[in-house]
């Protein structure tokens, strides 16, 4: 323990005070390149304790499908360029909910499998429903 205690009130602070900082704006243009090189392994650790921060804050920001691959349309009827469905509206019965996720066993009807996706990737995707009046 008395290592880190070294470090963190003797060694860091003394190792900071001796970075080539400015005063003012224009004095960051008047830095060498020598300087420039002892600026980056700070800025480094900055970034990184902030990118890691950022990750630990805000998961959700960075989750995909579980595949992984980013794609929405993972298994249905990927033989096809685009997939399209035509449906008449008068073959709806009262009223038909329809995924958006591409999850669904059931393509083109939604069977709830959105709820998953969402609670793996943090998505809120649901069906469209189409009712009739």
Not at 5 to 32: A, C, H, I, R
Not at 57 to 72: D, E, I, Q, V, W
Not at 86 to 113: H, L, Q, V
Request: glycine letters at 6%.
């Amino acid at each position: 323990m008395q290592s880190v205690s070294q470090v963190v009130k003797t060694s860091l602070p003394n190792y900071l005070s001796s970075l080539p900082v400015p005063d003012t704006f224009g004095g960051w243009f008047k830095l060498s390149f020598k300087d420039w090189l002892a600026l980056i392994p700070p800025t480094a650790v900055v970034v990184g304790i902030g990118y890691v921060t950022y990750r630990a804050f805000y998961p959700k920001a960075h989750r995909t499908c579980k595949s992984g691959s980013g794609l929405c349309n993972e298994n249905v009827r990927k033989h096809e360029a685009k997939v399209v469905d035509m449906i008449d509206i008068e073959n709806i019965a009262d009223k038909a909910a329809f995924c958006r996720c591409w999850k669904t066993k059931n393509w083109p009807y939604c069977d709830g499998s959105h709820a998953a996706h969402n609670k793996d990737t943090g998505d809120n995707v649901g069906p469209i429903v189409i009712k009739k009046k």
